[in-house]
């Protein structure tokens, strides 16, 4: 029962069942009641100080109003009561409970946030699928050779279930102080965020299970406002208008499957890597992201669990002395399986360019269904692998009837004309949204997003929330992120044409991730830094607008030529040497690929990474994935890890 304590044999603080023993003592407590009482100290609740099934407490009057309680909002509350533990913060969730999203790889940026203001590394991944790095193989439709890239080593990240990540985001904020209110919608109708004077008016819908006496509030005033409601864009859209951007778009087909994880797989090298992988065809590319699914476990289960997590690490228990996810989920009742998210994205107008799949029914199947395994049809080796394989098993609605088997979005990618006035802000994809590549959602626009909207908030606060403080906070805002959402634009006009030929994508992609990376090595640093907001996948890189503007005009003609191809590869051959020579000295790009060296020199040979910084490999015994620079055991089974092998360039 100490901090020192064996991992897997004992626990080293002792578990309360805080919620287990709430839900017991109130047996029909609602998953928004019981979300909500965590507003409250749990002794209070459960001495019966504080009845769980009162009328939520939503304040008169707040300095901060968040619209929805999803990733970008929950980002904006903590940052900002972080940075300014005074603020009064209030958050409205219309939904019951978190639910489901996709949008569920993230990057080192995240985890460094995370790392820094929610739990350490070590400990989320106790929660969440290990991430280390991205695959990426572009598949032509003869079934010929196979095109590698990759990046990794550079940090661990995590693969996210949505429900239980903003879950932990919840309570993380509610510790701090932020009051999280679940089945407390914004009435869209009833508010007021234009005005001028300093105060806002949100309009509230409080579901009526969840109204006893006294009445529910129907609105809360407050100084600065917040809409994270996504693509509801609830108070946003009275401001502004979604705008599609002009010329390229997307659609996106995806599901849930189980995995054989110890089947072995040769159609694709590096498969089994904790990567996310990618592959990649003309049209568009794939996800294929592994996932730790907590579905079926009740929620009151998941918050003790969460609790205890949060309980380890304010007793500075060292990640070596973690206990394991299996240990964990029995002595809190959770229960978990691991699952696999596979979409395709295409570009809109080339959605067509696929023959109907044989094995599904045309007449009685869905729109998503169809489009679906046409692609999967069209390219043998994704065939091979998600149909022949026998690898795959369809999971059919795995989060309910009502969402369906298949799920599907079209024309993804828009910006919101406004994005920020007098006192507001649009966060997340409440502003705009360019495509799931590199999974922007979450670390390029939720993140930067939240963060720099708490930091601007709190000196418009600090200022007396005046209307020269709210235009100089609007101003700086709307410049960024009208910067920042063209920015991932641009990077997705050259990837998605990047995949239309292989010599483009063997060119881009080595000279795409040297601007990215920088001078990694140099400045790494485990916890988030204010200045990543700007880095947008590399666009924030002041190289980007040197190279970019040159290869743009060659790969967006209609027509691939032997001689666009020579063009495009003389331009990426010459800033690659130049940017790799200036970072040599710090960044070891022999570390983070498989197939380069320090020099950016291809060795096809080559196949691993040189003492890469942040190793993974998947237990002997169970195959969950681990990073095994933060534990020498497996963090599921306790097994020990073997070693990670590397290789000599």
Known sequence: MTPGATPGTSLPVRPEFPFSRLQKLYPNLTTAQLINANNYDIKDLLSGKVDPRATPAIPTDADVVVAGAGMASLIYAIELKKTRPSTSVVVLEKAHQPSYKIGESTLSPFSRFCNSNILPVAYMLRLFALKEGLDFALVDRDGGDVQYQDIGGLDYSFQLEREVSELLFTMKAQQLGVKVFFGCGVASDKSDISSTSGVKTVGISVAPGLVQKPAAKTSIRAKVVGDGTGLVRALVSKESK??????????????????????????????????????????????????????????????????????????????????????????FNCTYTSIVSIGFVVRSEAQDNFPAAPYVDQEKGKDGEKRFWAIVHKYPHIEKILHDSGRYTLLQNYYGPARGTYFTRRNMSYRQDTVAGDGWYGLGIAAGFTSPLFSPGINCICLPSGFLAARLTATQLDAGATAEAARTARDEFAGFMDRHIEGLREVDVLLYNMFRHPRFFNAIFPLFFVNGMANVSKNYSPNFRPAEIHWGNGVGEKTWAVWTPQVFPLIEQAVITDEICEQVEAICLKYKKEYSKVYTEWTKYSRYMRYYDDDMEYHPEKGKRVEPDFPAVRCTQCR??????????????????????????
């Open 242 to 331: 979604a705008v599609p951007f002009k010329g390229m778009n997307f659609n996106s087909y995806w599901a849930y499957f189980k995995e054989d994880i110890f089947k072995s797989e040769d159609a694709v090298k590096d498969w089994l890597y904790p990567a996310t992988n990618h592959l990649c065809y003309e049209e568009g590319w794939s996800w294929w992201i592994r996932l730790l699914s907590w579905k079926a476990t009740p929620i009151c289960n998941m918050m003790d669990y969460i609790t205890y997590l949060i309980a380890m690490q304010s007793a500075n228990v060292d990640h070596k002395n973690l206990p394991t996810i299996q240990t964990l989920a029995k002595t």
């Open 624 to 649: 969950h994935a681990n990073g095994i620079e933060r534990s020498p055991t497996c963090v599921m089974c306790d097994t020990v890890l073997p070693p990670y092998v590397s290789t000599v360039a």
